[in-house]
């Protein structure tokens, strides 16, 4: 018997199902059941939500969530030896956890949620994380379907995901992650929390979608962060040369000089670049 349950440990659910972890899919379970009560707990509340969970894997996060209150989960497997494990925890909480064996990159859980508004909380496979991320980030229009991300990422990738103006792992992704979202860093994860443990810390990360971002293009604005960001030691008269504008008109509007480099321009100078290269393009 488990912590949170009277279903069996994971190492066991893991042994009975020849659950090894596969490195194509990015697989690294978690097997701390105290930790994955402390994921799902970040979602709080629990009661009445609706949550889609990527990559269960074994069901450790999944069982915590329901365990401690989530009305539904819909849980997106991509790995078919997770199934039977996973039907398993259904038995347990009748009517309260829907599989799918599909894959996250293209499953739009839209359809399965009506009205309703869900959060997504997962410990996300690493090697599609980011890209997930930004799935998420994109959706239009916008506000999204979901109304909270509680996710985990390798260290360094949260760290970008948060990062601000002057802050070393500002980059694309903090631009937009923090142009839509409000963006934090709740807590670390040692590698030995994992079977495998994998060779960096893991970062747990909330972000809750902003109601009303700075208003422009969302395409303009990544255009602008990718040219900025792709030369980053240069100043951005260089970078942006690529976006066929005047990079001093660009910088201009940002209230910056364009002798700047792009780490040092907040998110609002880079909304502002955006809308000022719609308007550059608009023009006869």
């Not at 599989?99 to 859980?109: K, L, Q, S, W, Y």
């Not at 949620?113 to 959060?119: C, E, R, V």
């Not at 303009?220 to 976006?243: D, T």
């Amino acid at each position: 018997m488990s912590a949170i349950d009277d279903l069996p440990p994971l190492r066991e659910v893991i042994r009975q199902h020849a659950l090894s972890a596969r490195k194509s899919l990015g697989q690294n379970f978690l097997l701390d059941l105290n930790l994955t009560a402390r994921i799902a707990r970040a979602a709080a509340p629990l009661e009445e939500a609706t949550i889609v969970e990527i990559g269960p894997g074994p069901g450790g996060l999944t069982r915590a969530l329901l365990a401690l209150g989530a009305a539904r989960v819909i849980a997106i497997e991509h790995d078919e030896r997770a199934i039977p494990a996973l039907r398993d925890i259904s038995a347990r909480y009748p009517g309260r956890l829907d599989i799918v064996h599909g894959d996250a990159m293209t499953f739009d859980p839209r359809p399965l949620l009506g009205s309703a508004k869900a959060k997504i909380v997962a410990n996300l496979p690493y090697n599609i994380a980011t890209q997930l991320l930004i799935n998420w980030l994109t959706i239009e229009p916008w506000p999204p379907w979901y109304e909270m991300m509680v996710l985990m990422f390798q260290r360094e990738v949260g760290e970008r995901i948060v990062a601000r103006e002057n802050e070393e792992a500002y980059g694309r992704l903090g631009v937009l992650a923090n142009w839509r979202a409000e963006t934090k860093i709740l807590f670390d994860i040692s590698p030995s929390a994992f079977v495998p443990p994998p060779k960096v810390t893991s970062s747990v990360v909330r972000l809750v979608p902003r109601a009303n971002p700075l208003p422009c293009d969302r395409r303009l604005l990544e255009q602008v962060a990718a040219a900025a960001f792709g030369q980053r030691r240069k100043m951005l008269r260089q970078s942006l040369k690529s976006l066929g504008a005047d990079p001093a008109r660009l910088a201009a509007a940002a209230g910056v000089d364009a002798t700047r480099r792009a780490e040092t321009i907040p998110i609002a100078g880079f909304v502002a670049m955006a809308r000022e290269l719609a308007d550059i393009r608009s023009e006869p």
